[in-house]
């Protein structure tokens, strides 16, 4: 079964070619960073116009890197949510028209999902169809969650952000501290050359469980970073950093703070019933200091921790393609009827 992926639900134009769901034969992403730095973040008027020049070109690459014909391709599978609409539209839509052209099904993705999947590409890892109930944390510039899946429902969120998510905090710091764009690879090497942040603290973002943007989710399995923002904004109006060290050292206690947020909620779902996985996907989970501290809050729950390869850790067409290739996702005539849901939800 060969697969072509697409994904182009925020700021990367990605297609990929995937064979019975985990041999990636390709994976080509096209990223648009350069276009938004400027700004300091995504502009989707400009996401979109650049998917459209891009999207032909980059399908085409992914088809020949893979050393395949079009003819060749089982099924077309693509994000139709959660993203940005004008985003979406552009991978769904030139995804609907080549199921057509080509007179094969259509899968439509939830990228969120695709995420977690991104987890068990990597090497030795094993297929995630063969391993529930699986622990997932989703962690981007648009999403931060925690998800239960177990067979083959869909997931089911155990805590999300009722603000910001773990990207956006690090990008928005990333431009305060005036360390450029994308904020999150910006501050963590700051970070590393940090030598004492000890005496800088910044809050864990603990939610309250009457908040009512809870929505029945458990307070203990959210996070809130909105809060963090604040925190580092009223520090750095106190005490402006003086040189590169002390910077260093605002941007370690901020990472921190966030690494730590995520880890103890993890830890605390990793309590409440035996799984037999952990799997962490999404542009966050880049970072070094979040990969080392899971594996350690794994380590200690005694499951075994799945962490994509850097290439698959941001937006990519591989998770795409991975997903639909086990068979998740919505296909057929029904994949067709669909519109973007830019605030997909899993259920
Ligand atoms: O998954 P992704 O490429 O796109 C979305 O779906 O949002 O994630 C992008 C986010 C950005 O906010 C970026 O700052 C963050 O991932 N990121 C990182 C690191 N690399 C990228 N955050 C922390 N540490 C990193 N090394
Ligand atoms: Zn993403």
């Keep these: ?16 070619v ?30 979109s116009r650049s998917h459209i020049e891009m999207i032909p070109a980059v399908i085409r690459k992914a088809v020949e890197d893979a050393g395949i014909a079009f003819g060749d391709i089982d099924a077309v599978a693509a994000t139709y949510g959660p993203g940005l609409a004008s985003s979406l539209l552009v991978g769904f839509s030139a995804a609907k028209g080549l199921a057509v052209a080509l007179g094969r099904p259509l899968i439509a993705v939830n990228h969120v999902h695709a995420h977690i999947q991104s987890a068990f590409l990597a090497d030795g890892a ?19 969650a925690i998800v239960a899946a177990e067979g083959r429902g869909a997931p089911r969120i155990l805590g999300q952000t009722l603000d910001d998510a773990a990207g956006e905090a690090f990008d928005k710091a990333s431009k305060m501290l005036g360390l450029g764009y994308p904020g999150g690879p910006a501050i963590q090497k700051a970070a590393e050359k ?19 943007a809870l929505g029945g989710l458990d307070p203990e399995l ?54 037999e996985a952990l799997a962490v996907g999404g542009g966050v989970s880049l970072n ?3 990969r ?17 390869p850097p290439k698959y850790c941001g937006d990519n067409a591989a998770m795409i393609a991975s997903l639909a290739g086990i068979g998740r996702g919505v296909s057929g005539v029904a994949a067709m009827g669909l519109d973007v849901v830019p605030n997909l939800a899993f259920d």
């Design 1 to 16: 079964m060969l697969i072509l992926g697409i994904e182009t639900s925020c700021d990367e134009t990605a297609a990929a």
């Design 18 to 47: 995937v064979r019975d769901g985990y041999e990636v034969l390709s994976s080509v992403i096209h990223t648009q960073i350069a276009l938004h730095a400027p700004y300091g973040g995504v502009v989707p008027e400009i996401a």
């Design 126 to 144: 094993p297929h995630s169809e063969d391993v529930s109930p699986i622990l997932g944390l989703a962690v981007s510039g648009g999403h931060s």
């Design 194 to 212: 940090a030598r004492d942040f000890s005496g800088i603290h910044f809050p864990a973002g603990r939610i309250s469980s009457d908040n009512p």
């Design 222 to 275: 959210c996070f809130s970073f909105s809060g963090l923002k604040t925190a580092l904004r009223v520090w750095l109006e106190r005490n402006p950093p003086k040189g590169e060290g002390e910077v260093a050292a605002v941007a370690a206690a901020y990472q921190e703070a966030i690494v730590g947020a995520l880890a103890t909620r993890v830890a605390k779902a990793l309590k409440r019933r035996r799984y």
């Design 288 to 290: 070094a200091a979040l």
């Design 292 to 308: 080392a501290r899971l594996t350690e809050v794994a380590r200690s729950a005694g499951v075994p921790v799945f962490l994509p």
